[in-house]
């Protein structure tokens, strides 16, 4: 018998060219028993799947077993969650940079005041200078203080000694 039609139906089957309806013919074809024997090679290939429908059934048991899982086991319930809740990681992690910031700055603080206002020489008074942005009370008062500790009387004007 001449089997050029399932040669060239396995041909097209190879290169992915085969619809399910001859896929379908290639099946029934090699699920006969009389198979040419240069076919055969391919029989099992086509007959895997009512093979194994007959080899790899599930019991009973395996049924039972799924079922009473299924059964026992209780609905999930779903939690409400506030904004304040949501948020919360975020509050903290801004916390944190707050903290870190004002830390930061506290120890700039003390480290850098006597950097910034070294001591100045006026007239043979020590005073410490104070920047732009330092108020005029705060000189106005260090200025007084300095010569109330050396016994010195301001004078009114200008270019004049301060010591008599």
Known sequence: MDYKYINQLLERYWRCETSLEEEDILRAFFSQDSVPADLMRYKPLF??????KEHDVLGEEFDEKILSVIEGSKPVKARVITMAQRFKPLFKAAAVVAIILTLGNA???PFGNHMDN?????DGYSMPKFDKGTS?????SA???TMKQSMVE???T??????K
């Open 136 to 140: 005029v009370a705060l000189g106005d």
């Open 47 to 52: 007959n895997y799947a009512e093979v194994q």
């Open 143 to 145: 200025m007084s203080d």
């Open 118 to 122: 070294p001591i100045v020489n006026y």
């Open 158 to 163: 200008v270019g004049q000694p301060i010591i």
């Open 154 to 156: 301001p004078s009114a």
């Open 107 to 109: 120890m700039q603080l």
